[in-house]
């Protein structure tokens, strides 16, 4: 028998790296020589992490990244959870890579839905966060990956700081299978704080020209929260928090959202709610929540990510957020994404559109968005074992080996931002599907999943109905003027409400006429900055200057 060599992706990393030896000093590489260390430890075909959630971005990287010599390096096989800045698709004008698997593409959904049309990108597939993280481990293991550090010290140990986010993940994907870890570092010190990925995972250390890029995300102004919203909001603290005995939860990023956390310490108090629901979350440090934390409404929070204008704030509630002895959050995007599936009650969100049965979706026409962890969040885990009163409350009664059920809430008003409707009869995602070569319909919730949708017109208690055409009913009956809702019947709406299957804001002793922004715990980012007792520093663009 022939001896096989059972370590050839090992000696063909160290073939790499010898390649770049002479632009490197240990693991350091010269800032102006980004481009040089990338044609040469980047092969054509190369499957390659770009680091680049929602909100922490690789930029140096992926600016060095489009400036390589396409003869050199080409074709590869780019995995990345969002695609947001311009450079993570103009490498594919370029002809430095070719296919794509991705979570999110928000900022740059039109133009990716117009390069797939074009045949400059092929898709692979669009994933969830946990879904893209786990292939990176199965069959998308990686050849390289790029991603970006806060600190780094003389040896190579990295301090990712307060948006650690999904880099450890990333890291360990290629550490452990004989891939190249390059790391962007905002600064080169003595010690590091703490030592978030140890120097052994790491192959090469590039200080950046600047800092990464971080977006403020999560982040909304109280000044741009509607009176329909803090409708809205009354009605899910009112029809689904105090009905269900919701305590562990997680909140979509929204104007919707940020107003329920603002009612918390006004609304939420008038109705004596205070201890009973909205203990445990999983959430970024939303500024919006500040009130409730201050008011005695949070007992803790585990976030996938940072949130810019935070840390001080973070760094004196270490109760409440995940702090290290060095004062700073660390945050995990994947165990957060785990956190959010398997631990909580329910998640709120929002959508671009919900089809005639229930069905969700952000991906629509002309834009390939994506859709991030909301399938994660928004997903009943058939593994839960653990009971609560929320998850029990779904429980079907006539069946004596039934278990509970996540509540999965798409919280939408019935026209866009757009004026176009967001109930359909069939989502944009079908054409999408066909026009991108997708083997399924990229919907983001699926209707059985989906337990409770929150209109300015009610709320469709959607697990209570027996078939699809109740459900159909019951969605029309909160859809409004839409095409969906026009549908409705009188008849029909009062006898799913006499049934408990839909309820109109009087039917859960909600006034409308209540829903005024007085209602609010904080109406300006000033409000927020108060609530903090200053340590709250809102980003430039979200600041009064008057």
Known sequence: MTERNWHTHRDA???RLAKAATLLEGKFAKTEDVVKVLETLIKPGDKVVLEGDNQKQASFLSEALTKVDAEKVHDLHMIMSSISRPEHLDIFDLGIAAKMDFSYAGPQSTRVSQMISDGTMEVGDIHTYLELF???????????????????????????????????????????HDGIVIVQA????????????????????????????????????????????????????????????????????????????????????????????????ELNPTPTLIPAIESGWVESIH????????????????????????????????????????????????????????????????????FG????????????????????SLKPEDNPLAKGQKLVVQ????????????????LDAEKVRKEAKLANVPIMIYTEDTTHIVTEEGIA???????????????????????????????????????????????????????KRLLLAAQT????VQWSHGLYNPPAKFRSWS
């Open 373 to 392: 962890g909301a399938p994660n969040m928004g997903s009943n885990p058939t593994g839960r074992r653990h009971s609560t009163p929320a998850w029990q």
């Open 303 to 370: 976030s996938f990510g940072g949130e810019v204008g935070m840390e001080k704030y973070i760094m004196a509630r270490p109760d409440i957020f995940f702090v290290g002895n060095d004062g700073t959050m660390r945050s995990n995007r994947a165990l957060g994404q785990v956190a959010g599936q398997y631990a909580c009650d329910m998640f709120v969100g929002s959508t671009l559109q919900i089809d005639q049965w229930g069905n969700s979706s952000t991906v629509t026409n002309g834009r390939l968005s994506g």
């Open 134 to 176: 786990g292939r990176l481990f199965i069959d998308l293991i990686p050849n390289v990956v790029l991603v970006a550090a806060d600190k780094v010290d003389h040896e190579g140990n990295l301090y990712t700081g307060f948006n650690t986010e999904e880099t450890p993940t990333i890291v360990e994907a290629a550490a452990f």
């Open 461 to 515: 208690y959607l697990y209570k109905t027996d078939s699809m055409e109740q459900r159909k009913a019951a969605i029309e009956a909160v859809a409004g003027v839409t095409p969906v809702g026009l549908r409705s019947k009188p008849k029909e709406v009062q006898k799913l409400r006499d049934q408990g299957i839909v309820a109109l804001p009087e039917d859960i002793g909600v006034a409308r006429r209540d829903a």
């Open 186 to 281: 905002n600064e080169i010190v003595d010690q590091v704080p703490r030592v978030d990925i140890p120097a052994g995972w790491v192959d090469v250390v590039i200080p950046a020209d600047q800092s990464y890029q971080l977006e403020p995300l999560f982040t909304r102004d109280p000044q741009a929260i509607s009176e329909l919203q803090i409708l809205m909001g009354m009605m899910a603290i009112r029809g689904i928090y105090e009905k269900h005995n919701v305590q562990t939860l997680n909140h979509g990023v929204g104007f919707n959202t940020s107003a329920i956390e603002l009612l918390l310490p006004t609304y939420g108090e008038q109705l004596g709610l205070k201890g009973k629901i909205c203990r445990n979350w």
């Open 13 to 15: 990393k160290n073939a």
């Open 525 to 528: 980012m000033d409000d927020l």
């Open 411 to 426: 919280m939408v008003e019935t026209f866009g931002s757009n004026k176009k409707p967001v109930f359909v009869d069939h």
